[in-house]
């Protein structure tokens, strides 16, 4: 009674959304698909126990932590789901256009987006404009989706000529070349990162295990087909299908086998997803592409959900209870993850190969028809975008945006245009404002940054003694620093900035000032001594000083006469002669010492001048001394003789 009322409730349910959603196929084949719901198992395990379909599941709480999509459906478990925002337009905010397809599902970490092209290269571009920042050609198509960790990018690549193909590392920074790992077989398979090791399946039909600081060779483990499922990884185990139609389960550490389940089909090329003790997959089931549920930890099955198309490639996402795949048939299913009931389903004009993504309520996938979709996580249409070609490149969501590639050999950015913010106030001013003592060369000096992240240019204005400079010595400059040339000593400068982003908003910045440096002070020159050198002793004699102050500072005189008498001058002007008498009472030989002293307290070097006193003879006859002195310049050989 308890499971017929179930059942009906079911359908009650899948009736009514047939009638309200888009796209929704007949009654009919709902119920059809509902009659091979969960007690039906085609596929088999041995010797393992079955679940109760009314066991409890307990259903992941969105991610509220991790924004980027560093790899292949967001994380290692392979979940599909996203905690971003998520556009509601299919506004295309850039599109990026390559040389070949691209059905590699982009990686997006911090700020830039990478992915693969079927043109062989490696891209990487700036997530926020398309801006193309660097590519690397790795000689063979890329449809293997990228996994960035720890600064670098791990990717694989298409068989090459001789069968053997490449899984690289690469600098997520510049692109540059670390390491590669060669396989007998192409990597569709998408790297997944985990404990410092790097997983991925080959067509081969080997999963790798290798160490990804150097890429040296850990464990391999062999299966009976190609492996063009991308391993998902979750509590030390590595889950994986095979086209073998076998789903494994091995050891992460040594890559021991630990269960498999057979699926009876062409092969499983849909990559699980690990939820809570859970392992969702598609599988190519004839006649019906099925989606099946197993316990992560056995193996044993929980569930299975039978489309109407004969094949499941696109690998599922968890999120809020539910699971959304894609199938050939050209439809998108919504199954409760708990049970495998039928919610809804969408219908497209083509084949899904893409993987759905889930993020902010919204469900992204692309199709054959050559539609990008977004629905909403109940199966309401919200808005779709037509591209050139099939869309088999599984999205990527991070930062409010959608990334996702086209055969039409574009990458598609979604996103919703938002105000421009204008760049935040120039800051950190050199010299700091307030500075004294600056050099009179340096260079002036600023940060500033946009949280649109716009490129930046700048104007300087520049002035002395002006609070508000209005004088622009420099337009629309692209550096953060200017050189304002040889500045004037012992000033004080007013400068701003201007900044401007590529939309033309502007931040004026707060008026800085700073003093250049005072002048170093110089000594005075050494000082010119002039005067007679030969006199008499007892007779006055006036002597000129005069030095000359590089800094044009007054200046004074430090006089020794040689005698014992010594004195300073008052100050005068640099470069006056200052005029000094002095009587050498005795007869001899003296040096005059003279140095100058500013009027800071600098002192030249010592000047000299030597003078010469003889013997003053005394006159004693009274009318001789008369006559002489009546007639100064008379009788000189008379005055010679006489030592007068």
Not at 7 to 35: C, D, H, R, W
Not at 306 to 330: L, R
Request: glycine share 10%.
């Amino acid at each position: 009674m308890k499971q017929k009322a179930i059942y009906k409730a079911i359908v009650s349910i899948a009736i009514a959304v047939a009638f309200i959603m888009p796209g929704a196929v007949a009654l009919a084949n709902v119920e059809q698909t509902m009659n091979k719901n969960v007690s039906s198992e085609i596929g088999n395990i041995t010797d393992l126990p079955t679940l109760d379909d009314d066991s409890d599941i307990e259903i992941p709480e969105p991610l509220t932590t991790i924004d980027w999509w560093p790899m292949f459906h967001h994380d290692a478990e392979n979940t599909g789901n996203s905690s971003s925002t998520a556009p509601d337009t299919n506004n295309v905010l850039w599109e990026y256009g390559t040389g070949g397809t691209v059905a590699s599902s982009p990686a997006v970490v911090d700020g830039n987006v990478f992915f693969g092209s079927i043109d062989g290269n490696v891209y990487c571009l700036d997530a926020l404009t398309g801006a193309w920042i660097w590519q690397y050609p790795t000689g063979d198509t890329v449809w293997s989706s990228p996994a960035v960790v720890d600064g670098k990018i791990f990717i694989g690549s298409g068989e090459m000529a001789s069968g053997a193909s490449n899984v690289y590392c690469l600098d997520a920074l510049t692109g540059a070349w670390i390491w590669q790992y060669t396989t007998s077989g192409g990597v569709d398979s998408s790297p997944v990162v985990a404990d410092g090791k790097v997983f991925f399946g080959s067509h081969d039909g080997n999963v790798y295990c290798v160490d990804a600081l150097t890429g040296a060779f850990i464990w391999q483990y062999t299966t009976g087909g190609g492996v063009f499922s991308s391993p998902a990884v979750a509590e030390g185990k590595v889950y994986f299908g095979s086209k073998d139609f076998n789903l494994y389960c091995v050891d992460a550490s040594t890559g021991a086998w630990i269960w498999q389940y057979t699926t009876g089909s062409i092969g499983v090329m849909s990559s699980p997803a690990v939820v809570e003790g859970k392992v969702f997959f598609g599988a190519s089931n004839l006649p019906y592409g099925t989606v099946y549920c197993l316990n992560a930890l056995t193996g044993a099955f929980i569930w299975q959900y039978m489309t109407m198309g004969n094949m499941v490639q696109s690998s599922p996402a968890v999120a809020d209870g539910k699971v959304f795949v894609g199938a050939f048939n050209g439809n998108v299913y919504c199954l409760n993850a708990l049970t495998g009931a039928f919610i809804w389903q969408y219908t497209t004009g083509g084949t899904v190969l893409s993987s759905p993504a889930v993020a902010d309520g919204k469900v992204y996938f692309g199709s054959d028809d050559n539609n990008i979709y977004c629905l909403d996580t109940d199966g309401t249409w919200i808005w779709q975008h037509l591209t050139a070609d099939t869309v088999r490149s599984s999205p990527a969501i991070a930062d409010g945006k959608v990334f996702i590639g086209s055969s039409d050999n574009f990458i598609y950015c979604f996103g919703t245009e938002h105000e421009n913010t204008p760049p935040n106030e120039p800051s950190n001013p050199f010299p700091a404002d307030g500075a004294i003592d600056v050099d009179v060369d340096a260079d002036l000096s600023w940060t500033c940054s946009d949280p649109d992240g716009d490129d930046l240019v700048y104007d300087v204005y520049f002035e002395a003694d002006n609070p508000d400079p209005n004088v622009k010595v420099s337009d629309d400059q692209t550096e953060t620093n200017f050189d304002p040339g040889t500045m004037d000593i012992d000033m004080t400068y007013y400068w701003k900035i201007v900044a401007k982003d590529e939309h033309g908003a502007i931040n004026i910045g707060p008026v800085w000032h700073f003093t250049t440096e005072e002048e170093e002070n110089q000594p005075p020159g050494i000082p010119t001594v002039s005067g007679e050198t030969n006199g008499n002793a007892g007779t006055e004699y006036e002597y000129t000083f005069n030095a000359v102050d590089p800094d044009g500072d007054d200046v004074k005189y430090f006089i020794d006469w040689g005698d014992g008498d010594t004195e300073w001058t008052g100050f005068s002007a640099s470069g006056t002669p200052v005029v000094v008498s002095h009587t050498w009472a005795e007869e001899d030989t003296y040096t005059i010492t003279a140095k100058a002293q500013d009027e800071y307290g600098l002192e030249s070097d010592w000047a000299t001048l030597e003078v010469v006193m003889p013997v003053n003879q005394q006159v004693t006859n009274p009318l001789l001394q008369m006559i002489l002195e009546r007639f100064p310049y008379a009788f000189p050989i008379l005055r010679h003789m006489m030592g007068l």
